[in-house]
């Protein structure tokens, strides 16, 4: 199964200057919890979280109106998928760097969707369930990826260094 058979095309987006304010309330009226910052091209250069919205407003003791998306990621990397690699990649790439949304760009590196976390989880089934030929994906393989994600980083990182 690939990226393209789960994720999701229409993409609400804004660009890196766009006011915390207003990426709140894209989030709001898309129901989402994140927004990819792209620039003129429809690149994605960032993406920004509630959660991001919430600590960088926090942090830099601002209100939402002053603060932009380019003030609180331009120092995160930013990982993204293909349409075409497999929901594996993507479940490793996720895992890897710790992250729950990865933006899907095409082949001039256009944002053209998002694959998320809820996205992989809607598409799993227990292997019971599974059909021979059917496209799911393994509860197993999502199980170990949750764990993963999920775990406290304080916790992942003290497993890590063991």
Sequence with gaps: MNVNEIMVTEVASCSPQTTLQDIAMLMW?????????????????AIITDRDISMGAALQHKPLWELRGEDISSDRELYCCNPDDSIQTALQLMEAHEVRRLPVVNQYNQLCGMVSLGDIVSFTVTESDKKPGGKKISSKETIEFLRHISAHHSLHKATVAM
Excluded: W
Aim: hydrophobic share 30%; proline share 12%; charged share 25%.
């Design 29 to 45: 009226n898309n129901d989402c919890g994140a927004i990819p910052l792209v620039d003129d091209q429809e690149h994605p250069v």
